[in-house]
């Protein structure tokens, strides 16, 4: 379960901006909090979207959640040695381009809570750290200071030996997973079972679809009720497979023979016989169905059909994930069922956790969402933005925060100059 994400000198993002998960103390309804003991609050928020005018930094704070995944997974195997790390500081003064960028989150799991952190230049890790706080108590694990390393008296393992092998690229707990260091290797689990950021577009859907199939087993079915539901006409789908030409199979079978040539000896696979396309069969009017290809699908079912095979398998695992523009190509309604995957406890059984960008104002007005779990993000005149929750404001739970909301009254939406130069035509 995710406590708390932190980031500073990233993007828009100079000064530390920190995303709480803990649940207020509002009398706002409680049925779809998720009960964590390790919370200050003994209750953690299962959603969290966040708002603000165009280019204020909503998309900078999920870039951010999606760099640190990132670099923990992959610091040590992607990296060549001289690599040079993603290092994107505030722009708009000088001092930020010397400094650091900051990341840190504290996460639970199996009832402990843990705080990770790292910072990063272009050229190396400067420092890096982990404690284990399962009483209160803050305990380390490990330190780094560039290359010198300092550890807890809890954590065993061959410490030393895999810090020798840690480079400055890379970061001590993607080496340690690397090399089967029993305590960390389950830290390391923690970040590949969140999902990563999804992009609106559908650029790519055929392949992306094809692969979601392959890698699962078929489509999922909830995936397929959903869109049901909400009038796409989707009732089902089939898979088209056409066999590959004899000059395709051996061009695949010619790069996977220079694979294990050059690359790895040990690697193994067989050319693909079969070109696979997925199609979504449609209810007709007398209750025939009929397939159609994804190129005949609208750009909401199709960015529906993505998402939530990306939803329903983070609420099978009990992950976080975080998309940008949820509302993209999407009805309200249909973004409010999302929501309320999340908040239901009959549904999201295992603690999955939902961060979300968004435009869509009328989600201000559902019941789904507490005050707490609506974030707003703003610019300010030297061109930092400042992420703030709305209940840093005093509201009424039977206020109208939309209408508040676009009069201006939290901040976090554009400056009203439509006028200036636009002026109208004589």
């Known amino acids: 379960m995710l406590l708390r994400f932190a980031v500073s000198n990233y993007c828009s ?20 909090l998720i009960e964590c003991l390790a919370s200050p609050t003994n209750s953690i928020l299962p959603v969290v979207v966040i708002y603000g005018a165009n280019a204020s930094g909503k998309s900078n704070y999920i870039a951010a959640m999606d760099m640190m995944r990132n670099l923990v997974l992959g610091s040590h195997t992607k990296f060549e040695p001289d690599q040079v790390l ?15 960028t900051r990341v840190e989150v504290d996460f ?3 009832g ?38 300092r550890f807890g008296r809890e954590l065993k393992g061959q410490n030393r030996i895999i810090a020798a092998m840690t480079r400055s690229n890379s970061l001590f707990l993607s080496a340690a997973a690397q090399n089967k260091h029993e305590q960390l290797s389950r830290i390391f689990s923690y970040f590949k079972t969140i999902r990563g950021s999804i992009i609106s577009t559908t650029q790519g859907t055929q392949d992306m679809v094809v692969s979601m199939y392959l890698s699962r087993n078929g489509l999922d079915p909830r995936v397929i009720t959903f869109l049901d539901k909400f009038d796409t006409g989707v009732i ?11 000059e395709i199979l051996n061009y695949q079978q010619d790069m996977i023979d220079s694979v294990r040539r050059n690359l790895n000896e040990s690697f193994i696979a067989q050319p693909a016989e079969m070109d696979k396309k997925i199609e979504l069969a449609h209810r007709g009017a007398d209750g025939e169905s ?35 523009d949820i509302d993209a190509s999407l009805h309200t309604k249909a973004c409010e069922a999302l929501l309320q995957l ?52 005093r509201t009424r739970s039977d206020d109208n925060i939309e209408k508040g909301y676009l009069q201006g009254r939290f901040g976090a939406v554009p400056s009203d100059n439509t006028t200036h130069g636009f002026g109208s035509a004589k």
């Not at 000064?15 to 803990?22: K, R, T």
Request: net charge negative; aromatic share 12%.
């Open 13 to 32: 993002l100079r000064d530390l901006q920190v995303l709480n998960f803990s649940a207020s103390m509002l009398k706002d309804g409680n049925e779809g």
């Open 86 to 100: 993603p290092h994107h500081p505030f722009a708009l003064d000088n001092a930020s381009s010397k400094t650091p």
């Open 108 to 110: 639970v799991i199996e």
């Open 112 to 149: 402990i809570r843990y705080h990770y952190g790292f910072e990063v230049t272009n050229t190396a890790f400067e420092s890096e750290w982990l404690y284990a706080i399962p009483k209160s108590r803050s305990r380390l694990l490990f330190e780094r200071d560039g290359d010198n390393f």
């Open 236 to 246: 089902g789908y089939h898979v088209k497979e056409n066999p590959y030409s004899k």
């Open 290 to 324: 009929f397939n159609f290809d994804l190129d005949w699908e609208s750009t909401g079912t199709l960015r529906l059909l993505i998402v939530l095979s990306e939803v329903f398998r983070a609420l099978d695992y009990g992950s976080p994930i975080y998309i940008d």
């Open 342 to 393: 999340f908040c239901s406890p009959k549904i999201n059984r295992n603690g999955a956790q939902l961060i979300a960008t968004t435009h869509d104002t009328n989600l201000m007005r559902s019941s789904v969402l507490r005050r707490d779990q609506v974030w707003l993000t703003e610019k300010g005149s030297d061109g930092a933005a400042e992420l703030f929750p709305l209940s840093d404001f």
